[in-house]
Nanobody, 117 residues
Framework: QVRLVESGGGLVQAGGSLRLSCAAS????????MGWYRQAPGKQRELVAT???????NYEDSVKGRFTISRDNAKNTVYLQMNSLKPEDTAVYYC???????????WGQGMQVTVSS
């Protein structure tokens, strides 16, 4: 099993920055994709950004140019640097790991990010 532990969420003013981290532990194979999703009140969970084990990235359109996803494979950790935050970025952010060898998906517990106007 894979355990994902998130950190870095909180309250920030519009225009500010936050850096989210997610550390994975357990049985993790090298061929995987890690990413961040978010869910705002009354809305469905949506993809924010993903990064493969080889470093290929994918971003949701509204965060392009503001958010940067990165990872440290040696530490099995993924990061999300969020700049120029907007009130509409307010949501619970979830870390995700897709293992392409085991064909499994794991989720973190989620953490609140609140951007005040």
């Amino acid at each position: 099993q894979v355990r994902l532990v998130e950190s870095g969420g909180g309250l920030v003013q519009a225009g500010g920055s936050l850096r989210l981290s997610c550390a994975a532990s357990g049985t993790i194979f090298n061929l995987n994709t890690m990413g961040w999703y978010r869910q705002a009140p009354g809305k469905q969970r949506e993809l924010v950004a993903t990064i493969t084990s080889s470093g290929s990235t994918n971003y949701e359109d509204s965060v392009k140019g503001r958010f940067t996803i990165s990872r440290d494979n040696a530490k099995n950790t993924v990061y999300l640097q969020m700049n120029s935050l907007k009130p509409e970025d307010t949501a619970v952010y979830y870390c995700n790991l897709v293992d392409h060898i085991l064909n499994s998906r794991s989720w973190g517990q989620g953490m609140q990010v609140t951007v005040s106007s």
